[in-house]
């Protein structure tokens, strides 16, 4: 028989409540859905082994990570159909049940897990949304037809790319060494082939026609003036990765720059540039933790795209130590991804699939729990500027030069590991353009004696 697509079909529209948004190709050459546009294709029963093993989405990523799922056609369309069904979805129309539940049409299958039979893995969905789901007559019979469509033994191991499991407390120094590992040291070579020759790994500020590299010049640069650097001044770069922004500011402004990353790759590379443009004298990269810098103070701080990593349990004291390294009267510019506030926000729960195989332990907060932190450290914050459709583009620049380079990204890494980059990236970006996620840059003073900032009357001249 080669029925198992129009099976699959069936199945997804009674989970999801709505018709299939894409194309299915099951294993067996059988096609269901939308006779146009991208195909998502299952090259075995593995792919839904997995998801009934770990329901939801990290079933999907092992699956997609594995290549057990592919896609033919445009990545960046499949996923904005499947976006506009699971993200825009009318919430009064979702299952009772945790928020982690309630969120998507993943969830739904995800509250199944209890009633799989012999599966060890117990789901967190509450009692009453697992039985309200359970009584439904086609929910009952969509499970037995994925069980007999899965063939669910024996359960597949996760992808070698995955981050091993974590035990005891977030954010200590070794776990976050570890955690920064995982995400950076894949090989300097293969980030040259994904972000270009300006190795700036973070959101770019794009002007109209400008390029990748114009438009990361350009946000070293805004990042720079925001700052106020000039000649002599002491700059601490927290997260300074391949040290893209200490050698701007030391070659364009003068600055004496002290850079810092846990990771000894990222390291390794931005003292090379450092010594290849002469700048030795006045760039200092250190594989050192925030928590451990101690020569302050310095006149500036910048720290883009590392506060991600910081945890929110840790946050407040990564704002009091930034506070504590800087001059009476120096200036933090926190450049960081933020996520909407939740109704209830003892209920955020970070992404499964981020965490398993992008950025271990990384946490998302809200822009105004960032700005509060801030403040409460003693931090007067005097401008904050949203960059979100900047970091769409980006991200589809960077998708575009994996795709270009694809061959040499899995000769230098594993086909694994591509694949995750490749879903991340193009994920996040329908994340930013859909306004799930939003990056800010927020312009912060430590306030000199009798509450004097140092700042111009007007901070705006930077965009004239």
Known sequence: MTDAAPRLATLAETLLGAPVPVRIRAWDGSEAGPPTGPTLVLANRRALRRVLWRPGELGLARAWVAGDITVEGD???LLDRVAGLLWERDPAAAPEGPPAIRRSGLGKLAALRPHLPHLPERAAAGAAGTAALLRDPAARAALRDLVALARPWPAPAPPPEEAPRRGGPLHTRSRDRKAISHHYDVGNEFYEHV???SMVYSCAYWSPGSTLEEA?????????RKLGLEPGLRLLDVGCGWGSMALHAAREYGVRVTGITLSREQAVYARKRAAEEGLADRVDIRIQDYRDVKDGPYDAISSIGMAEHVGADRYREYARTLHALLAPGGQLLNHQIARPPEPDEEAYRVDEFIDAYVFPDGELSPLGTTVGELERAG??????????????????????????????AVRLTSPGRARVWLLYMAASALGFERGRLGVNQVLAVKPAAAGRSDLPLRLRTWGA
């Open 379 to 408: 931090f007067e914050v005097r401008d904050v500027e949203a960059l979100r459709e900047h970091y769409g583009l980006t991200l589809r620049a960077w998708v575009a030069r994996l795709e270009e380079h694809w061959g040499a």
């Open 75 to 77: 990545l960046f369309e």
């Open 195 to 197: 972000l270009g020759p």
């Open 216 to 224: 990361q010049r350009d946000k070293l640069d805004l990042v720079c």
